[in-house]
């Protein structure tokens, strides 16, 4: 399994969006943990990793207002990973 910590750091590197591309091709469960908010990420991503990662199930780690899809609290998005 792939736990993909999605940064705009991250979404931004080529070795992350290899690394999410090769799960994806061997058929590993791939687990994006969001650092931040969908609205600052989802811009970022290109589309093929937005393809990727559209069919599984995103864990939102933020301690900010929550935006509809994020949780608002970082310790129980954290506890919902582990």
Do not use: H, R
Not at 24 to 47: R, T
């Amino acid at each position: 399994a792939v736990v993909f910590l999605l940064s705009e750091n991250s979404a931004k590197s080529k070795y992350c969006k290899d690394e999410v591309a090769l799960a994806y091709m061997s058929d590993k469960p791939i687990f994006p943990a969001v650092l931040g908010s969908f609205a600052e990420i989802s811009p970022i991503l290109d589309f093929g990793t937005k393809l990727i990662l559209s069919s599984v199930q995103w864990t939102f780690l933020n301690d900010g207002a929550s935006d509809g899809y994020s949780s608002s609290n970082f310790e129980e998005g954290v506890t919902s990973v582990a």
